[in-house]
């Protein structure tokens, strides 16, 4: 039997939109979380923004000649099989991954990729799923990404550009009536603290660390006094392990995403965490959950967006 689903002030079932870059964003960033309110029978949709079609293939076992030619159609598969695992929705906005280059000067950025679509053309794009799906919160990337791949970096830009676009009811009359978003996040996942406590239990427990070179060049925890949400999914982290290792071209199952123990990663740091940006609810912040204070989300207004 499913559990009965959560419901907002008005009786609506809840429901949350997603929004990634790539298939597999959506299994390393925020996955426990998802899975967490899947389980609570809240109605949770990923956005994938493009098909990842110019990632490498980071799984040496995998990395053939004959994947590499058919990745795009490897990765649609991967995705598919990560959103059953997970319990989600998931479509695709329909663009091109515009790839990612290390170094100087950047290549110029292929037509049809994300990177290469005005801003404006792709929030146009989203904006009628958020009036269709009408969700209660959504979470995207902060203002940098999470790491500087422009195809993040226009997540989150078209993602906050959509929203707007959704609440104004004078934008795209033919996409049915405006919706506004009554709470958006920024998901921040990867903060020092984090890595730092599970550092130091590896320590403890005389395991080799993944995270000391990165820790030892990053001295600055710039996300630690934005966090505002910590979102209990511990019970999840294996659920969040198996959808990723779905996406089996992108990640190595012998590399330093799965070097920490679960039981580690369960006591060390048992949330998920978030940045609250927009609320048109009263919150007390820190919260434990997404969806705290959500009253009737038809009677809220674009000026009520705050934090
Ligand atoms: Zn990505």
Same mark, same amino acid.
């Given at each position: ?140 990337? @902060? ?13 989150? !830009? ?5 929203? @707007?676009?959704?609440? =104004?009811? $004078?934008?795209?009359?033919? $996409? ?22 599970? =550092? ?11 995270? $000391? @070179? !990165? ?10 006094? !934005? ?6 999914? $511990? ?73």
């Amino acid at each position: 039997m499913s559990a009965p689903s959560r419901v907002d002030a008005c009786g609506d079932r809840l429901r949350a939109l997603f929004t990634h870059a790539h298939p597999d964003d959506e299994s390393s960033k925020g996955a426990a979380t998802m899975a967490r309110y899947v389980a609570e029978g809240i109605r949770v949709v990923v956005c994938t923004l493009t098909g990842g079609e110019r990632g490498d293939i980071l799984n040496p076992k995998l990395d053939t000649p004959e994947n590499n030619a058919r990745l795009p159609e490897l990765r649609k598969a991967e995705m598919e099989r990560a959103r059953a695992i997970l319990g989600v929705e998931q479509v695709w906005l329909g663009y091109e991954d515009s790839g990612y280059f290390e170094g100087e000067p950047w290549p110029p950025t292929p037509p049809g990729s994300l990177a290469a679509a005005p801003v404006e053309e792709a929030a146009a794009r989203l904006a009628p799923l958020l009036r269709e799906l009408r969700p209660h919160v959504v979470v995207t990337y @902060d203002e940098r990404g999470g790491y500087p791949h422009p195809d993040h970096i226009m997540t989150h !830009r078209v993602t906050m550009a959509a929203l @707007d676009l959704a609440a =104004d009811p $004078a934008a795209l009359p033919a $996409a049915g009536p405006a919706w506004i978003v009554p709470k958006v996040y920024y998901q921040m996942g990867f903060h020092r603290r984090r890595f730092a406590k599970l =550092d130091r239990l590896m320590h403890e427990r005389g395991l080799v660390s993944p995270y $000391a @070179d !990165r820790l030892r060049d990053w001295q600055e925890d710039e996300m630690a006094d !934005r966090l505002t949400t910590f979102v209990p999914c $511990a019970d999840y982290f294996e659920v969040r392990d198996k959808a990723l290792l779905a996406h089996a071209t992108q990640v190595d199952p012998d590399g330093p995403w799965f070097a920490v123990p679960l039981d580690i990663q369960k006591a060390g740091w048992p949330t998920e965490d978030y940045e609250l940006v927009r609320s048109t609810v009263p919150t007390a912040l820190p919260e434990s959950d997404l969806f705290a204070g959500l009253a009737c989300p038809a009677a809220a207004s674009a000026d009520d967006w705050r934090i």
